[in-house]
């Protein structure tokens, strides 16, 4: 029922809730009560091993929704698997036939609950590969409004009718500016901005928003993130995420 009111903003939050009484339930709905089990798919063959860790939520509430986020992060996990395991079969395919020794596919994962206060969640999960001698990283995030199940994206955070694009632009620019030597030379210049789609979660009182491997910044720096304070967004944030 709380989707009927997305499209409201202010005094309804993003949850559905009037904020007066969102603030009014404070104390009950700040920590989420949901907790993390980790189911493991380990396996080797000659030409891949796997060593993948699949977050499993849990918790008395919000049952639809949990299942909802499980199925998605499972599917996703063992579609990332059947893929790597398709693709190294092929690649050793051949070379294995002619008696040449090649280096099985490595694939693995993390993953880290982020953000689990206000009815709200964010998971983060990387996955690496080691192919032909090389590392790869790949990372994904998941953001989900547990009241209704639904994934949030970036433009959920903020209060409707907000240039929340244009602010979050400024404040990358700004940070890639104050810290030029992080990134490739013309980082700022080049910047178009951020996609309607953009990767991002929060973390603790952030909003992080990352890119793609070695896309702005050098391999060192890994998957490169950007973290952005809530407090320079003010008041245009959504209010239950200003609820400490």
């Known amino acids: 029922?709380?989707?009927?009111?997305?499209?409201?903003?202010?005094?309804?939050?993003?949850?559905?809730?009037?904020?007066?009484?969102?603030?009014?339930?404070?104390?009950?709905?700040?920590?989420?009560?949901?907790?993390?089990?980790?189911?493991?798919?380990?396996?080797?063959?000659?030409?891949?091993?796997?060593?993948?860790?699949?977050?499993?939520?849990?918790?008395?509430?919000?049952?639809?929704?949990?299942?909802?986020?499980?199925?998605?992060?499972?599917?996703?996990?063992?579609?990332?698997?059947?893929?790597?395991?398709?693709?190294?079969?092929?690649?050793?395919?051949?070379?294995?036939?002619?008696?040449?020794?090649?280096?099985?596919?490595?694939?693995?994962?993390?993953?880290?609950?982020?953000?689990?206060?206000?009815?709200?969640?964010?998971?983060?999960?990387?996955?690496?590969?080691?192919?032909?001698?090389?590392?790869?990283y790949i990372k994904v995030s998941y953001n989900y409004n547990l009241l209704t199940g639904n994934p949030l994206s970036i433009g959920d955070l903020f209060r409707e009718n907000v240039d929340y694009r244009r602010m979050i632009n400024e404040a990358i620019r700004n940070e890639i500016q104050r810290n030029p030597g992080a990134y490739f030379p013309g980082t700022a210049e080049q910047f178009q901005g951020i996609a309607v789609d953009q990767p991002f979660y929060i973390e603790n009182d952030h909003i992080v928003i990352f890119f793609g491997f070695h896309q702005i910044a050098p391999t060192e720096a890994a998957i490169p993130v950007i973290s952005l304070p809530f407090r320079l967004f003010g008041n245009t944030l959504r209010p239950e995420l200003l609820v400490r």
Request: charged share 20%; glycine share 6%; hydrophobic share 35%.
């Open 1 to 136: 029922m709380y989707n009927n009111y997305r499209g409201y903003g202010y005094p309804y939050n993003l949850l559905g809730v009037p904020v007066s009484l969102y603030r009014t339930m404070n104390s009950s709905l700040n920590i989420n009560p949901v907790t993390v089990q980790t189911k493991e798919v380990r396996y080797k063959k000659p030409y891949i091993e796997a060593y993948l860790r699949i977050p499993v939520l849990q918790g008395p509430m919000f049952q639809a929704a949990l299942n909802r986020i499980n199925s998605a992060v499972e599917n996703d996990i063992m579609e990332f698997n059947r893929q790597m395991e398709e693709a190294a079969k092929e690649y050793v395919e051949r070379p294995m036939l002619e008696g040449v020794d090649v280096k099985p596919y490595i694939i693995s994962n993390v993953y880290r609950i982020t953000y689990n206060r206000n009815n709200l969640i964010s998971i983060v999960l990387v996955y690496y590969e080691f192919v032909g001698g090389r590392d790869y």
